[in-house]
């Protein structure tokens, strides 16, 4: 059963101390996904695969500062093939432009593959698919398990992609009473953790002037860092 075996790495990130859950969980399956392109570049079925969808901006940087340059070469090497492949017989199909207004925009092919192939990554795939059962499972053990919605509402709230995010699934996923519930929750932790870290923000910039300079800085020291969380999802692992 799928749900089974994600709960795992939910409630380990759901136990982590961190301003968004799922935010942890997106960052340990980006760390998988990276680390099978790596080892699985020479394996057919994955090289087949990464050779149609190529990589987005975000992993191609990251998988150059960790790959050697020869493997990501490999990588580029067979994609660029696809995509002349893909492109060089294509025949122009003049579109004739109308006499008053301008060319609907779609059903050309061509930008229809450009504009598919540039906005394709094969590590994003990877994680996307697991991370919307993480979704399922998260809708699941609410409904099934007591302990695991008093984690829920005693955390430290989400970002506010992932807040949506979770929203749509809950709407998906469960029904009645418990969708009710289940979205009150959410959205109190929500908007009451953006509010704690807001006060933080705030302590933070009070500190700049001088008539507060000496006092404590409370939580407010990486205020910024946290408030990069919740509102861009930018997630860095603690180091332990
Ligand atoms: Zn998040
Ligand atoms: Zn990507």
């Known amino acids: ?62 998988l150059l500062t960790r790959q050697d340059k020869l493997g990501v070469a490999l990588m580029l090497n067979t994609h660029m093939e696809t995509v002349i492949n893909h492109l060089e017989g294509h025949k122009p199909e003049p579109v004739k432009k109308p006499l008053f ?34 979704l399922k499972t998260i809708c699941y053990l609410y409904k099934k398990e007591s302990d695991f919605r008093n984690t829920l509402v005693s955390a430290k709230g989400f970002c506010t992609k992932h807040y949506g995010m ?30 704690r870290v807001k006060e933080d923000l705030d302590w933070y910039i009070q500190k700049y002037d001088y008539r507060f300079k000496d006092e404590p800085w409370k939580n407010a020291k990486d205020a910024v860092e946290r408030s990069l969380i919740k509102l861009n999802s930018i997630y860095e692992k603690k180091e332990k």
Do not use: W
């Not at 760390?31 to 994955?46: F, I, N, P, S, W």
């Not at 779609?106 to 450009?114: I, K």
């Not at 929203?167 to 509010?195: C, H, P, R, S, W």
């Open 1 to 62: 059963m799928k749900e089974k075996l994600y709960t795992i790495p939910i409630n380990d990130a759901f136990r982590e101390d961190c301003e968004c859950p799922l935010c942890a969980m997106h960052r340990q399956l980006e760390e998988d996904a990276l680390r099978l392109t790596m080892a699985g570049y020479m394996v057919d079925d994955q090289r087949m695969e990464s050779n149609q969808t190529g990589f987005c901006e975000k992993h191609i940087k990251m």
């Open 166 to 195: 979770l929203y749509q699934a809950g709407i998906e996923q469960l029904g009645g009473n418990v969708q009710e519930n289940f979205l009150t929750d959410i959205t109190k932790v929500y908007i009451e953790n953006m509010k």
């Open 101 to 134: 207004g301008k060319i609907k925009d779609s059903g050309n092919a061509v930008t229809d593959y450009t504009e598919q192939v540039s906005g394709s990554c094969f590590v994003c795939n990877k994680i996307d698919a697991i991370f919307k059962q993480y």
